[in-house]
C-alpha cells in the first residue's frame, strides 16, 4: 500500500524547516499563512511558539508548543499509545508508516509527532514533504 503523499503547504514550495505550519495548516484546515498567524497570536498571548519548547507542571515532560496549543487551546489530548503500539513491528513502538497503514482510518486526520519533525496523517497516507514512514512517533493527536 503507498503510505506517502507529497504535501506542501509553503505558498512558495520552498522547504525551509516549516513542518509545523505545513502540518497545522493541514490539520485545522487553514491556509500557511493564517496557521502562521495563528502562531502569532498564539504567541503574543502566552509568549510561547508552536516552535517552542515548553515546561509546565501540568505534564509529564516538556513538550512543543504545538502541542500544549493542541492540548490547552483545542482541548485535545493524545491517543493512548497502547491503542496504537499493539500494531508496531519493533519494540521501540509503532513508526509513522505503520500507524497510516494499520492503525489510523479512512476519513480521519492525526497530527503525528516525531522526535524532530511534525506530520499529518490524513486519509491512511503520511501527508509532507518527505517520506518519514521508518520515523518512530511519540504522540498522535486527531479532532
Known amino acids: 500500500?503507498?503510505?506517502?503523499?507529497?504535501?506542501?503547504?509553503?505558498?512558495?514550495?520552498?522547504?525551509?524547516?516549516?513542518?509545523?505550519?505545513?502540518?497545522?495548516?493541514l490539520f485545522l484546515g487553514l491556509s500557511w499563512e493564517d496557521t502562521i498567524r495563528l502562531d502569532m497570536d498564539y504567541y503574543l498571548k502566552t509568549g510561547s511558539?508552536?516552535?517552542g519548547y515548553v515546561e509546565k507542571d501540568d505534564y509529564d515532560t516538556s513538550m512543543?508548543?504545538?502541542?500544549?496549543?493542541?492540548q490547552d487551546e483545542l482541548g485535545l489530548s493524545p491517543i493512548d499509545k497502547t491503542e496504537y503500539n499493539k500494531y508496531a513491528s519493533i519494540s521501540a513502538g509503532i513508526t509513522a508508516g505503520e500507524f497510516a497503514e494499520k492503525y489510523a482510518k479512512k476519513d480521519t486526520t492525526y497530527i503525528v509527532i516525531l522526535p524532530t519533525h511534525i506530520?499529518?496523517?490524513?486519509d491512511q497516507m503520511i501527508w509532507d514533504t518527505h517520506d518519514c514512514g521508518n520515523v518512530v512517533i511519540q504522540r498522535a493527536y486527531t479532532m
Not at 512543543?64 to 493542541?70: I, Q
Open 1 to 25: 500500500m503507498e503510505r506517502f503523499y507529497y504535501y506542501n503547504a509553503n505558498p512558495k514550495g520552498r522547504n525551509v524547516g516549516d513542518c509545523i505550519y505545513r502540518a497545522m495548516s
Open 49 to 51: 511558539t508552536f516552535q
Open 64 to 70: 512543543s508548543g504545538t502541542e500544549v496549543y493542541l
Open 119 to 122: 506530520t499529518v496523517v490524513k
